[in-house]
């Protein structure tokens, strides 16, 4: 309980010290070609949070181009076990030695499982963003959540024009 008592405090001073134009730290445009190719089993948020679905459940993660922007990443913010998420909102924080930035969810449902290692090792989103750095699993309670996200190519052309 202690534990918990403190992972809320440290949640409410990191979301204290991100002033609210850090919050928009993903949405910089890239000047560079994408250094990791982009998996074509994902989908994007306009926010650059990425999904990959299989038999109903989403694993979540953010962007190499997200991640790039960030910097270092230091440290990650994310849901307990069970928790709800909804397509569009936020579920944690990430924060690099540069800024901190909300995370939002491009679907709905339960998350069913916090990358750990992320938690304890945050540079692993930095290492690979598509891969082992993935944030959250989310049993998804609406496929149809799939609908308005964006495949690889329209992802890339989005970040090309320096889309938010």
């Not at 440290?75 to 998420?85: I, K, N, Q, T, Y």
């Not at 069913?112 to 993935?134: C, H, R, S, Y």
């Amino acid at each position: 309980m202690a534990l918990r008592s403190m992972a809320a405090q440290a949640a409410t001073i990191l979301r204290i010290r991100c002033q609210p134009h850090l919050a928009q730290a993903l949405a910089i445009p890239l000047a560079r070609g994408f250094a990791t190719p982009i998996p074509q089993d994902l989908k994007f948020l306009e926010s650059h949070e990425w999904v990959k679905v299989e038999s109903g459940t989403g694993t979540v993660g953010i962007s190499d181009h997200a991640q790039h922007e960030l910097g270092d990443v230091v440290f990650a913010d994310l849901p307990e076990v069970g928790s709800s998420v909804t397509k569009g909102k936020n579920f944690g924080v990430v924060e690099s030695v540069k800024a901190c930035s909300d995370i939002y969810s491009p679907v709905s449902g339960e998350v069913i499982e916090v990358n750990e290692e992320v938690k304890q090792t945050p540079a692993l989103v930095n290492k690979n963003a598509f891969g082992e750095g993935w944030l959250i699993k989310v049993k998804m309670s609406n496929v149809s959540d799939l609908d308005g996200l964006m495949d690889p190519a329209a992802y890339e052309e989005h970040v090309k024009s320096g889309g938010h």
